[in-house]
């Protein structure tokens, strides 16, 4: 297994030279949305700029905020150094582009605002699932017993109020040990939850 040592330091723009494989690529909007971010934060992840002598100064991640760098009239950037060979500095690349994991939508649900969210760099599609309180709520074709999907119409701070208790009701333990009767969608047995509870305070 090859070694690098990596550490940070600024290279001036005009030394770094873009990996001529790199596939990642942004759409107008994320490239908005990416200057954006660069002009409010600065360089808070720097880019990973390759040492080895046979790839000297190749730019391995980072090459969408060069772009913006470059058109922000950047004359240095903070870079992560490391030294690898041709066949790892393009592993990484892939890595770096790839292993990004995934999103916990109730959690961006809960804690975070929709039109934030958007504003953030989110797209309508991947909101779809905030909005529905994290979580997609279409079944799958064919046949749907024993679930059932249902839709309501909320006001805003209604919606409001049933996103707060469907969050408070996910810290108890009644939920951790509420009956699912193999229902996946986390919300839902939350909502059932609460209507249980507030079933058994009528009798």
């Known amino acids: 297994m090859q070694k690098s040592v990596s550490k940070i330091i600024n290279y001036k723009i005009s030394d770094i030279i873009g990996a001529e494989y790199n596939p990642r690529q942004l759409t107008e909007i994320e490239y908005e949305h990416l200057k954006n971010s660069l002009k409010r934060f600065g360089f808070v992840d720097p880019l990973i700029i390759n040492t080895h002598k046979d790839r000297k100064n190749i730019l391995i991640g980072g090459h969408q905020r060069l ?45 975070f ?5 958007s504003e953030w760099g989110f797209t309508e599609e991947e909101l779809l699932g905030v909005d529905d309180f994290g979580e997609e709520f279409s079944l799958p074709d064919g046949e749907k017993p024993p679930f059932q999907q249902m839709t309501f119409t909320l006001a805003d701070e209604q919606a409001e109020q049933i996103k707060i208790a469907i969050g408070d009701i ?29 079933a058994e305070q009528k009798k």
């Open 67 to 111: 772009r913006v760098a470059k058109d922000l009239k950047y004359k240095e950037i903070p870079c992560v150094e490391v030294s690898l060979e041709y066949d790892m500095e393009r592993e990484l690349n892939i890595r770096l582009n790839k292993n990004n994991g995934s999103w916990d939508w109730d959690a961006l649900a809960n804690y």
């Open 113 to 117: 605002d929709v039109d934030d969210l």
């Open 170 to 198: 996910k810290q108890t333990d009644e939920y951790k040990y509420c009956e699912t009767m193999d229902n996946e969608n986390s919300n839902g047995n939350a909502l059932y939850l609460i209507v249980r509870q507030w």
